[in-house]
């Protein structure tokens, strides 16, 4: 296989801190309605959920609604009622994420290398907080709201790479999650990093080409992988 022209990542949970950001929301919530901060775990499994099983049936709703509606389901799981300052706490938390402490030097080496790109579950307004957060200038930014779907449906990887001018075969994508990015990967061909923050087990479905804790030497891991692969 040819050198990759451009190395895509997932966004949330790869190049910011999104599960910590969720974590604190949850807790915030939580604590402004006096409940027990303990709940906040109990929470974010039915959030996830939730947010999942909206995502991957009709019609396809706008992420800012995914979000509203998953915390809605997850407080009144717990006996909570939702209100306008919930939501807005959330999308306060979830609109600007800092980046992992690694991500701007890498980005900005990758950058001396390849065009670098994002596609991600998420709407553009969403995003565009967290994205100034990187350090780095992203050449191609592709989010759900574009594309018209989430993945793990194939549509929002075969629209990225449309708009990249790239086919499968000169990409490598970069991302933490198994279920919504090793899958495709595995579907389509494309190169695969795994980035395994959280100590999970490896899914003997979607086999990633490598796997990392972090970012850290992705500028000298992917011409490696390329090599071991032409």
Not at 35 to 63: I, N, Q, W
Not at 109 to 126: A, F, M, Q, W
Not at 153 to 177: C, E, I, W
Request: aromatic share 6%; proline share 7%.
């Amino acid at each position: 296989m040819a050198p990759p022209r451009v190395v895509t990542f997932d966004f949330y949970g790869t190049m910011v801190q999104w599960h910590q950001a969720l974590e604190t929301a949850m807790g915030e919530v939580l604590a402004r309605k006096g409940a027990p901060g303990g709940k906040a775990s109990s929470l974010l499994r039915v959030f996830h959920e939730t947010g999942r099983a909206l995502r991957d049936s009709p019609p396809m709703r706008s992420y800012r609604s995914v979000l509203r509606m998953s915390l809605a389901a997850a407080l009144a799981e717990h006996g909570l009622a939702c209100d306008r300052d919930d939501v807005a706490l959330l999308m306060g938390r979830v609109s600007r994420i800092p980046a992992f402490p690694e991500v701007p030097a890498v980005l900005k080496r990758l950058r001396e290398s390849y065009r670098l790109g994002v596609i991600s579950n998420t709407d553009d307004d969403i995003i565009s907080g967290s994205l100034e957060t990187l350090g780095a200038p992203i050449d191609h930014v592709i989010t759900a709201q574009q594309a018209g779907a989430y993945k793990p449906n194939l549509r929002l990887f075969h629209y990225a790479h449309q708009k990249m001018g790239v086919t499968p075969d000169q990409v490598v994508h970069v991302a933490a999650s198994q279920a919504l990015d090793m899958q495709v990967c595995a579907a389509m061909g494309i190169r695969a990093i795994w980035v395994n923050r959280r100590g999970e087990q490896p899914d003997p479905r979607w086999r990633p080409r490598l796997i990392v804790a972090d970012l850290t030497q992705l500028p000298e891991l992917i011409p490696a992988l390329c090599a071991t692969q032409s």
